[in-house]
């Protein structure tokens, strides 16, 4: 390979597009039901007369179901074949949202959710691997890019469809609508991915299973736990955050020891990959965390409908769709040191905006920013995960796939659970209405609570004045937390500082090369 066929990678064929294919609607399937379902929480407390705790069960099991089962996606991947599990994870998740619509009661929705977070937790793991396998390391940013329009996209379309399909049909149609998605990636998945070979050198970690998936799933308990109860102190939160970090860092230790652990943390020694996957993980914290706040702002201080609040979302769509593939080819060309650094500010000085919100912000100017955001968006994500997997060979590729996946769904679980516990923090402290309780708890209804609940119609016997005020206190709370996940944008910039700033040597892109086996036909 000479050093202009590197600065110039092949073109992505037909036969890698087909797989690219696949994988997306595998990743549309998983991101999309994550939003579409966080929409219908409140239609499901009514439907099944619940709590908010217990619906917000419908996100936390599937959010465990999907930690206890990626860090199998790897030894699963080379022991059984990528296509045939890919299949299965599918079918899991299409079969689990069947289940999901016929739920009659809170604790049937919450069982079959974690069916279907079995096989969502594989989709993404094992699509990447696929990807990455298919298209081999000098092509593997343009295909990343493919991959991620439905990782940015999600947030966005999943609120609007959520509250389209609530409003005009019924919310088992959130489920639903997976059926014919799934039963197509099924077939599509069927014709287009190349036949297995799976090649199984290597034993099960038993150990490294009991000590990895439980801990896991027992500190994103604790986390998720964290919105519910408002602190740290409460005892479901830290006794399994606690339990859940002793067994993650046992498990750091012993993986170490065992020739072929169920997570390879060696694959750290590759500078490239840890400074990537470091950098993915802070950008995850602080953008998914705060992110999920903008829509709520729509929402609680403005006064829209979900529909609504989906709708003035998409300028952040529209900016990720417009950069992401010219990222995707940069990545292929330039070091993605040299340009996420600049992505990272669009996003910081769009992000900078929603620090000012009040009651009566101009749309004009959030719509803006959620653009120069999406701008942004679009070449910082799939660009850092493309450096992190670019240098990973052979058997390298599905576990690495496996970490960064991980890393991912760790970040985002705290960015989220740190940004919500803030934002109640700050509206735990609005002013006690007197006289005015809550019938169902007895508790004063704040002022902060009156005025969202004015906001969608609530007609409660409070004077105009206060409303406003407890708006105000609503939107100054938005604002201060919006401060918190800028903060963390910031932050940000510390690990990107590290990313590679030169293209590796062409003997180690041929090594690269060589080891991921490039073409789809070869995929084992």
Not at 121 to 135: E, Q, Y
Not at 145 to 155: C, D, F, R, S
Not at 227 to 244: D, F, R, Y
Request: aromatic share 8%; hydrophobic share 50%.
């Amino acid at each position: 390979m000479t050093d202009t066929a590197a600065a110039q990678p092949a073109k992505l064929d037909a036969a890698v597009l087909k797989i690219a294919g696949v994988v997306v609607l595998g990743a549309i399937m998983s991101i999309l039901d994550i939003t579409v379902v966080s929409v219908a929480l409140p239609t499901f407390q009514t439907e099944f007369d619940a709590t908010y705790a217990q619906v917000a069960w419908t996100l936390t099991g599937y959010t465990l179901a999907l930690a206890t089962v990626i860090p199998l996606s790897g030894w699963a991947a080379d022991r059984f074949g990528t296509k045939r599990l890919y299949m299965l994870a599918l079918f899991l998740f299409t079969a689990g949202s069947v289940l999901c619509a016929t739920a009659g009661s809170i604790e049937q929705l919450v069982t079959y959710r974690v069916i279907q977070g079995l096989g969502g937790g594989m989709l993404m793991p094992l699509g990447m691997t696929i990807m990455t396998r298919a298209a081999g390391p000098e092509r593997i940013g343009r295909l990343m890019a493919v991959l991620g329009i439905p990782m940015l996209l999600g947030p966005i379309g999943g609120p609007i469809l959520g509250g389209w399909l609530i409003e005009a049909a019924s919310w088992h149609w959130v489920f639903l609508i997976n059926l014919p998605i799934g039963i197509i990636g099924l077939v599509y998945a069927q014709f287009a991915l190349p036949k297995d070979d799976p090649k199984p050198s290597e034993s099960f970690d038993f150990v490294g299973m009991l000590m990895l998936s439980p801990g896991l799933a027992l500190f994103l308990f604790g986390v998720s736990s964290l919105p519910e109860t408002g602190t740290i102190t409460a005892t479901k939160v830290w006794v399994t955050m606690l339990i859940g970090a002793l067994l993650v860092i046992g498990f750091v230790f012993y993986s170490f020891k065992p020739k072929h652990p169920l997570l390879d943390l060696r694959l750290f020694r590759n500078k490239r990959l840890a400074i990537s996957s470091i950098s993915l993980f802070v950008f995850i914290i602080a953008f998914m965390g705060a992110g999920l706040l903008f829509p709520s702002y729509f929402l609680q201080v403005r006064g829209e409908s979900t529909l609504h609040a989906g709708l003035l979302m998409a300028p952040q769509g529209i900016g990720a769709m417009i950069t992401m593939p010219i990222a995707g080819m940069l990545a292929d060309r330039i070091p993605v040191g040299r340009t996420v650094p600049f992505a990272m500010a669009l996003i910081a000085a769009g992000f900078f905006a929603f620090t000012q919100v009040g009651t009566d912000t101009s749309y004009l100017l959030l719509c803006g920013s959620l653009f120069v955001m999406g701008l942004g968006m679009g070449g910082t994500m799939m660009p850092i995960m493309t450096s992190a997997l670019r240098t990973l060979t052979g058997p390298e590729v599905a576990r690495g796939s496996t970490l960064v996946n991980i890393m991912q769904q760790i970040g985002g679980s705290i960015g989220t659970a740190t940004m919500s516990v803030i934002l109640t923090s700050h509206l735990n402290g609005s002013a006690p209405i007197p006289g005015l309780n809550d019938p169902s708890s007895g508790e004063p209804i704040t002022e902060a609570q009156a005025a969202i609940a004015a906001q969608h119609g609530s007609q409660l016997p409070v004077p105009p004045e206060i409303i406003q005020r407890g708006l105000a206190f609503v939107a100054d709370s938005f604002a201060s937390t919006f401060w918190v996940g800028f903060f963390l944008v910031l932050v940000t910039f510390i690990p990107i500082a590290f990313l590679p700033r030169k293209r590796p040597p062409v003997t180690e892109a041929l090594s690269a090369e060589e080891g991921a086996v490039p073409t789809p036909v070869v995929m084992h």
